[in-house]
């Protein structure tokens, strides 16, 4: 039996793709528990290597030396990825909040978020200041800052609020970089002020004493005792009124914990971090576990610091596994003093220890060789294990027919949930009730009805419903159709009753968001249990049969314009292999969950002779549908093929899709007299695409306006891709040209 058909028993939660949760994953996929679904729940999918983002900042690494990927790592683990960030925690009921989506459930928690700068949330919504973490939105006002100190004449004063390791760090990192833009660092003035007598508070007189000598050789102003609370007016300002003029703030400040910790019933200490035993065991609650920043140790006092969040990281994923197993878990004591290294921005580093101090290039290339040997052990990832690993446990036998149908103690619990949070009753149609739904057609219109089911190709099954529905409705879109109402047949995997429950609640979410989005009435539906979740959709519209867009209609001279790049299935035949990189994913999953809907309204505007969606066949097998329906071949200009992000690469290594095989037996219909089926675009001409874009010829003298038009609603890389022209010859309907 493969391991996707046990039921699960425990659901483990990471929360947060922290330094400790790194360890854990590695530790999952070297070791899978036994009967746990594991869920990693993380605001980012690429996760920073703190320790070097003042190196990035100063120019000598590029992003991907001081990230590490999460997507292959959890795959490795076997871990469900939930791309979101949490936004609150009920401990008492188990139930993990989650910003702009449903809640999940858990039975074992894990806490590896981290901290911010106090003040960060305050900033946010201000271009002019911002805060060192979250990492991510840190790099993007960082590039913003880059762009303005390359092309502003002018000067530019930033501000740095905070003066322990990591304000110095990047003051210097700024600096560093500053000289590196063409004598940019005369324009630039740099201050760091802190609430203190003195920088580096943490560290010793020696230590202090280096930097102060360094900041002051590079011309970086000091302000002490100096806490900054408010920006404007380019000015920063403190408590008793004191002023910085500076034109950009950048905030460093003490860590602070997540705000809705408060709120969880957690026991935290004063700041608000989440108080555990040495175990990293949650005070009040023993299925949460809390590593790194945001755990505060009761009896081991430490700084927030990455080095304990890196420590904590083995001792966590064996306790976790512990507890899985019914054991206990075993206390950890984190060390006293710890060698930290602190980077001057040009590649020459400070070793603080206790009472030491020393400085060197020496230091900055040992603490770059350790801070690279840490990112590359987690992106570097062995091989993935076949499927057919043996399964650790065994499971009942499943009933198959009826018996496979969920049971009402799963299914409505959830259907009354939904109409609770959603105002939409959804129990007629799966429940009781009458037993099919009746719709009214109206008069002089025809009922336009298609259907799509899949099996679940994202682990997340919120994600997996606002996908199958969005795929779904596209069939209809490419007939210029609004949707009018659906049918539901879903899935679940076998497993525990609550899990089953969850995933059901997830699915059905994420299905009737999509619904509602496209004002789209849920009918009634069909629910069961299977090896893998699946999904499928029967979607029904009105519309007078004349206004129909068809797959026939082309003429020549015809623009074939599509509104969505390609590549999504050659994306996640990647990704179920462990090789495809995380932010690949998340472009793709965003292109996916962008619907047809508005493409089709500014369609409307043109006049569209023929249409369709690309999906399973790929691009190739539905331009070659439509040129046949029509009498007409089509030229496919290759260089002009929009594809997602990660698309080119995965091409050239000749990894596709398993349906791929199928979609290039149309190869014989296409003819290549340039020979440009050597580009690393030509595989994707046959990459099956789930919830793909449309397909649509105008005449050619509205092609511009019509792509023009696209692109201002949200369809970026909608572009001509082919045009119609007239069939010569019985042996191609397809011709690949290059302009
Ligand atoms: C400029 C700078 C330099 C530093 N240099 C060093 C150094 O050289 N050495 C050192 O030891 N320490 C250093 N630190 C401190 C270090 O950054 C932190 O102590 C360390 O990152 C904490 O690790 P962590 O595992 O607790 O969390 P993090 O590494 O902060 O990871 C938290 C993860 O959780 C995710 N997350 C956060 N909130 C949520 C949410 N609500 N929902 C879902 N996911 C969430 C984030 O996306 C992130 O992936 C530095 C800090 C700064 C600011």
Redesign the pocket.
């Known amino acids: 039996m493969r391991k996707s058909e046990l039921p699960p028993r425990t659901d483990l939660i990471l929360?947060?793709?922290?330094?400790?949760h790194l360890f854990v994953l590695e530790r999952l996929a070297m070791r899978p528990p036994p009967a746990t679904r594991i869920t990693l729940?993380?605001?980012?999918l690429h996760?920073p290597y703190?320790?070097m983002?003042?190196g990035y900042v100063a120019g000598h690494y590029a992003f991907d030396d001081a990230h590490i990927d999460l997507l292959p790592l959890a795959r490795r683990a076997g871990a469900r990825v939930i791309h979101a960030?949490?936004?609150g925690l009920d401990a008492d009921r188990r139930q993990l909040a989650i910003a702009g989506r449903p809640p999940l459930g858990y039975d074992l928690l894990s806490i590896?978020?981290?901290s911010r700068p106090t003040f960060a949330a305050e900033v946010e919504a201000d271009p002019r200041q911002f805060a060192?973490?979250?990492v991510d939105r840190f790099i993007e006002a960082w590039q913003r800052l880059e762009c303005r100190l390359r092309d502003d004449a002018g000067e530019i004063r930033v501000a740095i609020v905070g003066a322990g390791?990591?304000g110095v760090?990047?003051a210097l990192a700024l600096d560093h970089r500053a000289r590196h833009l063409d004598g940019r660092r005369g324009q630039l003035r740099i201050v760091l002020c802190n609430d203190r007598e003195q920088i580096l508070a943490s560290h010793n007189p020696r230590v202090r004493r280096i930097f102060e000598r360094i900041l002051r050789q590079r011309g970086i102003e000091l302000r002490h005792r100096f806490r900054a609370l408010e920006f404007g007016d380019a000015e920063l300002r403190d408590e008793s009124g004191h002023a910085i003029a500076a034109d950009a703030v950048i905030w460093?400040t003490h860590a602070s914990p997540?705000p809705w910790l408060r709120e969880s019933g957690l026991e935290l200490d004063d700041a608000g971090f989440v108080r555990v035993a040495p175990t990293l065991q949650s005070l009040s609650h023993a299925e949460v576990f809390a590593a790194?920043?945001?755990a505060a140790v009761a009896g081991y006092p430490r700084p927030?610091?990455?080095?304990f969040?890196v420590r904590q990281g083995l001792p966590l994923a064996r306790n976790l596994r512990r507890v899985v197993e019914g054991r206990s878990p075993l206390e950890f004591r984190p060390q006293r003093q710890f060698l930290s290294l602190i980077s001057t921005g040009d590649r020459y580093a400070v070793a603080s220890r206790g009472r030491w101090a020393f400085a060197g290039r020496w230091w900055w290339r040992l603490k770059d060789r350790i801070d690279r040997k840490f990112v590359r052990r987690f992106g570097e990832l062995p091989p993935m294990a076949g499927d057919d690993e043996a399964a650790p446990d065994l499971a009942p036998m499943r009933c198959g027919g009826c018996g496979s149908k969920l049971g009402s103690g799963i299914l409505e619990p959830v259907l009354t949930r939904i109409a609770d949070e959603t105002g939409l009753d959804l129990r007629g149609g799966f429940a009781y009730a009458d037993d099919a739904a009746l719709v009214k057609v109206p008069e002089g219109a025809a009922l336009i009805q298609t259907v799509d089911h899949f099996s679940s190709f994202v682990d997340d099954p919120y994600t997996f419903g606002r996908i199958a529905a969005n795929h779904a409705l596209g069939d209809l879109y490419a007939m210029g159709v609004p949707p009018h109402s659906a049918l539901v047949s879903v899935s679940v995997a076998f497993g525990g009753e609550r899990q089953q429950a969850d995933d059901l609640y997830l699915l059905l979410s994420g299905i009737v968001a999509t619904l509602r989005a496209n004002e789209t009435r849920l009918l009634g539906g069909h629910s069961g249990e299977a090896a893998q979740m699946s999904c499928g959709l029967s979607v029904n519209g009105f519309a007078e049969p004349l206004m129909l867009w068809r797959k026939s209609g082309l003429e020549p001279g015809d623009a074939l314009l599509l509104t969505k790049p390609l590549g999504s299935g050659m994306l996640f035949a990647a990704d179920m292999r462990g090789r495809a990189r995380g932010d690949w994913i998340d472009r793709a999953l965003a292109s996916m969950l962008q619907g047809n809907r508005e493409a089709m309204r500014r369609l409307r505007r043109f006049d569209v002779r023929a249409c369709t969606d690309v999906t399973g066949f790929g691009l190739a097998g539905h331009l070659f549908e439509m040129a046949r329906a029509s009498g007409v071949a089509a030229e496919v200009v290759l260089p002009a093929l929009p594809l997602l992000a990660g698309a080119a690469e995965l091409a050239a290594t000749g990894l596709v899709s398993s349906l791929q095989p199928q979609n290039l037996r149309l190869r014989h219909q296409i003819d290549d007299p340039a020979g440009l089926a050597a580009d690393p675009r030509y595989p994707l001409l046959f990459d099956p695409q789930t919830a793909g874009g449309l397909l649509a010829g105008v005449p050619a003298a509205q092609a511009a306006e019509a792509v023009a038009t696209l692109r201002a609603a949200g369809f970026t890389q909608a572009t001509v891709v082919a045009r119609a022209v007239a069939a010569e010859s019985p042996d191609w309907s397809l011709r690949l040209v290059s302009a």
Do not use: Q
Not at 15 to 20: D, I
Not at 41 to 44: A, G, S
């Open positions: 929360l947060g793709g922290g330094h400790s729940v993380t605001r980012d996760t703190s320790g983002l003042p960030e949490a936004c590896n978020i981290g060192v973490k979250p390791a990591g760090e990047l460093v997540a790194g920043d945001i927030k610091s990455g080095v969040a």
